[in-house]
T-cell receptor
Framework: GEDVEQSLFLSVREGDSSVINCTYTDSSSTYLYWYKQEPGAGLQLLTY?????DMKQDQRLTVLLNKKDKHLSLRIADTQTGDSAIYFC????????????FGAGTRLAVHP | DSGVTQTPKHLITATGQRVTLRCSPRSGDLSVYWYQQSLDQGLQFLIQYYNGEERAKGNILERFSAQQFPDLHSELNLSSLELGDSALYFCASSVASANTEAFFGQGTRLTVV
């Protein structure tokens, strides 16, 4: 079946790195995504990674994929207060069509 | 701004009523997806349309229906509304049916009282 799990809450100090973890169950997933949702806003696509990659870096964001363990992580370097939001991990479900299966979201709180 | 426009932003209606949510995809995108975000169910895929045709169906109730018009905008119709239908409804669009990137609108917050 298709299921995505994330821890619900993460608190970090401003300037530190944040690591948000996610596990998924569908081994046929081809793409995995990270979306950001700020209060009252829609979902903003942050980054995605193809399943044959181990890592993808984009400025302050680093995505690590362990396909064997079906584990995905998002590292945010030099976390700022503006990074406070809910972060959703999503897998592209089997069968294509870009149907996304989302985790419950991790609320990141950044404090001074 | 993702380029996906949803109207209205907020909607308050009574149980038993029917509402229509509207979505205009990004310019050039042929595929539209609808998602429901609620506190107890999280983000759930409802349905996908590509160039006017239904392509994939998720956890969409029979009381809900959707369509995509020739100009590619889409509407999600929710009828016989119940309190539990209160949620944030997102529309997303992508260029193709199985594209890597889907861009989300700001959502329509539906409150059923």
């Amino acid at each position: 079946g298709e299921d995505v799990e994330q821890s619900l809450f993460l608190s970090v100090r401003e300037g530190d790195s944040s690591v948000i973890n996610c596990t998924y169950t569908d081994s046929s997933s081809t793409y995995l995504y990270w979306y950001k949702q700020e209060p009252g806003a829609g979902l903003q696509l942050l980054t995605y990674i193809f399943s044959n990659m181990d890592m993808k870096q984009d400025q302050r964001l680093t995505v690590l994929l362990n396909k064997k363990d079906k584990h995905l992580s998002l590292r945010i370097a030099d976390t700022q207060t503006g990074d406070s939001a809910i972060y959703f991990c999503a897998e592209r479900g089997s069968g294509g069509y870009n149907k996304l299966i989302f985790g419950a979201g991790t609320r990141l709180a950044v404090h001074p | 701004d993702s380029g996906v426009t949803q109207t209205p932003k907020h909607l308050i209606t009574a149980t038993g009523q029917r509402v229509t949510l509207r979505c205009s995809p990004r310019s050039g995108d042929l595929s539209v997806y609808w998602y429901q975000q609620s506190l107890d169910q999280g983000l759930q895929f409802l349905i996908q349309y590509y160039n006017g045709e239904e392509r994939a169906k998720g956890n969409i109730l029979e009381r809900f229906s959707a369509q995509q018009f020739p100009d590619l905008h889409s509407e999600l119709n929710l009828s016989s509304l119940e309190l539990g239908d209160s949620a944030l409804y997102f529309c997303a669009s992508s260029v193709a049916s199985a594209n890597t990137e889907a861009f989300f609108g700001q959502g329509t917050r539906l409150t059923v009282v």
